[in-house]
């Protein structure tokens, strides 16, 4: 046994020793003395623990035991390959088609106002929340609100249901714009001009009458893609080639995540760029043209009176939240990817900051192409105005242009009224600015195909990579529950596409745009803001505000500002249940609707859902938020439907001794703020809150705890696995014996009691700054 500890010993100061090599940042010729980091690198407690538990490893299978097990978590090769991930999932269609049209709608620059005051107080902290709570427990959605508390079992289903219904309709986007993607490799493009009259007369007659009403990219859409109906009750005609664009979406979303978001993560080096390559084409083509500036001046002018409506910080408190994904738990599977001493705050303000930096890109090259349309409609309107006059003029023998008000006065003709800011403000949100404005100006381009092929080559990677984390949320969930544990990821990826491909198919006829109106009206809005609302109550309210403020902590190396904590608690809460009660109130009061095209006018209208449609659209919200409330009152009753699971690997008291961390109180100012009790109770979880929680049979303690989220069986040795950059490592992570134990300075060791480890890292250090003094 000695030979066995001196073993691990040396094992452990070799490891110690390559971890201060990372901490090690410059040597300062003047102090003689190596200056430090005050955080180490994300990987440097890999090489603090992974000679140690290996010998440890090495010593069991010696003695004749079975290798320890544990439970393996994938990791991002590079903190670049999250970054782009992140920023993939974050920014989508919803940044290029709905921000630029909101911004113009709700009082042009002073959207800006109630936008970024709802990313301050509402996406932001709920940004970081998701990621640190991942990274700290090293789970999905679905495992990381169970562990949490037993209570949030179902915030992490409800999480995944919602991800799996959204991921449904989200694809029928990305076929939508690879049918254009494929129509675009043809000169002239096929919604420049409307269909000419070929085979039988009279049907074509009429088709080119409406193609005549509608205008041609508008008929393409609407008669050619979506082959739409008059009404929800109307199916029509199945679809085929949407059907098979879907396919080829399912298959290739299937491909570049069939062995997990991580392991296939190499598509995100072009998902996520690619975009930003063609914004930035886009953008120096925008402002080359003519009628630029009055687009831009149109979309950026204020209207301050706009901020009197609280509509509009509603729409604001609405973008926000859907454009950074959050809720989906995709961000909370990416987290747990993460190093564990990974600093996901800086993580979490440059992800928000890109979203919002490329809204504001998205919508100056928009609003800069639909100022050179309104100036090309503009001159059209002029030159039909004046040949009109003109005509008129020359039926009349010696009229002059003086006289043509009184003539037209007479004849009871009115000419077109041509206006640059009426035209402007026929933007639109959504499929009508994609796939109907866009195109219209890609029609007035030179070489449209080009730009046509740009364009929705962009759309399908935007989509494509908010795909990829909405379904990495339900996968990670699957695996956590264990639904299918024979089976590898890559057969469970494919079974969840192929079942959301199947189901998928209802949005593939004459109706199947009205179906998808009908999905994107209720299947995400409500219960996102539910699930969004019960994961900051979750952590603020029951698991403790000052207990994840301790993980947090324990990950970054500095406890939360005040302001973090404030708006976990208080202000993203009450935000959220106010654009949740405004958006149902509004709902009552103005009742919803939805866009059914119609042929003698050639336009869209507004009708109202059908009765069976409000009870298809309170299933879709009922299916997402049920699992809330019916996952902890079916334990109360005895029934488990979520399984116990094993905490994922979490290296707490080495990240002590990494970290530095010291104890800390709160302030009087932060008790206060915080509604906390006067106590003197430290963020930092000593090892008697440790032992006496395990002593309660790993259950979550009550909120005056500090301790640590994952509890540990006591005075067991748990020996878990992780694979860092590829690297398969065992490393230990238990609690230590109680004090009365008899041995407690060798059993320190073989605990991994954090006090050992800052005396062997002093030791080290000082025998390498000795060695090179004499050198």
Not at 49 to 62: A, D, G
Not at 93 to 98: E, H
Not at 297 to 317: C, I, Q, S, Y
Not at 705 to 728: D, E, F, M, W
């Amino acid at each position: 046994m000695p030979t066995q500890q001196a073993h691990w010993m040396h094992q452990l100061y070799k490891g110690l020793w390559w971890n201060s090599i990372f901490m090690c940042s410059s040597f300062d010729k003047g102090s003689k003395k190596y200056r430090t980091r005050s955080q180490g690198h994300p990987w440097s407690l890999y090489f603090s623990l992974h000679f140690y538990s290996e010998s440890r490893q090495e010593t069991n299978l010696e003695a004749g035991g079975a290798p320890p097990e544990g439970e393996e978590r994938e990791s991002w090769d590079s903190k670049l390959q999250f970054l782009l991930a992140t920023v993939g999932y974050a920014v989508g269609l919803g940044n290029v088609w709905r921000f630029p049209y909101l911004a113009q709608k709700n009082g042009g620059g002073a959207f800006l106002i109630p936008y970024f005051v709802m990313l301050t107080f509402l996406g932001l902290p709920l940004f970081y929340l998701e990621l640190a709570v991942g990274q700290r427990i090293r789970k999905g959605s679905l495992g990381a609100w169970h562990q949490v508390s037993p209570k949030l079992g179902g915030v992490g289903v409800a999480s995944a249901v919602v991800s799996f219904v959204v991921a449904l309709y989200y694809n029928t986007v990305i076929a939508w714009c690879l049918y254009y993607l494929f129509q675009s490799f043809q000169s002239p493009l096929p919604w420049s001009d409307c269909p000419h009259a070929i085979g039988v007369v009279d049907n074509e007659t009429i088709l080119s009458q409406e193609c005549e009403r509608a205008g041609p990219t508008q008929y393409f859409w609407y008669r050619d893609t979506l082959q739409i109906t008059q009404d929800l009750s109307d199916p029509g005609s199945f679809n085929w080639k949407i059907a098979g664009c879907m396919a080829v979406a399912w298959v290739l979303i299937y491909v570049c995540i069939m062995k997990g978001i991580v392991a296939s993560g190499k598509v995100v080096y072009v998902t996520a760029v690619f975009p930003y390559l063609v914004l930035l084409f886009f953008f120096c083509r925008g402002v080359t043209l003519r009628g630029m500036s009055d687009g831009i001046t149109h979309l950026f002018t204020p209207r301050w009176e706009k901020l009197e409506d609280p509509v509009v910080w509603l729409e604001a408190g609405t973008q926000i939240f859907f454009s950074l994904g959050l809720a989906f738990g995709g961000l909370i599977a990416f987290g747990s990817y993460n190093p564990v001493n990974n600093n996901c705050l800086k993580d979490a303000i440059l992800v928000s900051i890109t979203n919002c930096f490329t809204s504001l890109l998205a919508a100056v090259v928009v609003f800069s192409i639909l100022g050179f349309k309104a100036h090309e409609t503009h001159d059209r309107c002029l030159i039909e105005r004046n040949a009109t006059a003109a005509a008129i003029l020359e039926e009349e023998s010696g009229a002059t242009w003086d006289d043509l008000q009184n003539i037209l006065g007479k004849k009871n003709i009115t000419l077109p009224v041509c206006d640059i800011q009426e035209e402007l403000q026929k933007s639109a949100a959504g499929t009508g600015l994609a796939f109907i404005i866009f195109t219209e100006a890609i029609n007035q381009f030179p070489f449209p195909p080009l730009w046509a092929i740009l364009f929705f080559l962009m759309l399908f990677t935007l989509g494509a990579d908010s795909q990829f984390g909405t379904l990495e949320g339900v996968i990670s969930s699957l695996i956590d529950l264990k639904v299918f544990p024979d089976l590898r990821k890559e057969a469970i990826s494919g079974i969840v596409c192929f079942v959301c491909m199947v189901i998928s198919l209802i949005f593939c006829h004459g109706a199947g745009n009205y179906i998808f109106q009908l999905f994107d009206a209720f299947a995400g809005n409500i219960p996102l803001l539910v699930i969004g609302l019960f994961e900051c109550i979750g952590i603020s309210y029951i698991y403790g505000i000052k207990r994840f403020a301790s993980d947090v902590e324990l990950m970054c190396g500095s406890r939360p500002s005040l302001y973090w904590l404030v708006c976990w608690k208080v202000i993203s809460p009450v935000l959220m249940v106010t654009i949740l009660t405004a958006s149902l109130v509004k709902m009552v009061l103005e009742g919803s609707t939805y866009l059914a095209w119609e042929p003698s006018l050639g336009e869209s209208i507004d009708k109202q859902w059908p009765g069976w449609a409000w009870g298809f659209a309170l299933l879709l919200v009922s299916l997402g938020i049920i699992w809330i409330p019916l996952v902890p009152f079916a334990g109360l009753f005895g029934f488990q439907l979520l399984a116990e699971e094993p905490p994922g690997w979490f290296p707490e008291k080495e990240l002590r001794s990494v970290q530095d961390v010291t104890p800390q109180r709160f302030t009087a100012l932060e008790r206060a703020l915080l509604c906390l009790s006067v106590s003197t109770e430290s963020l930092k979880s000593t090892d008697d809150e440790l032992g006496s929680r395990s002593a309660d049979g790993g259950q979550i303690p009550n909120n005056s705890s500090s301790a640590a989220l994952i509890p540990q069986p006591k005075n067991t040795l748990r020996v878990s696995s992780a694979r860092s950059s590829g690297v398969h490592t065992r490393v230990i992570n238990s609690l230590k014996p109680s004090a009365k134990s008899p041995r407690r300075e060798s059993n320190d060791l073989q605990t991994g009691d954090s006090k050992s480890l800052p005396r062997a890292k002093s030791e080290s250090h000082k025998k390498r700054e000795k060695n090179r003094n004499s050198m």
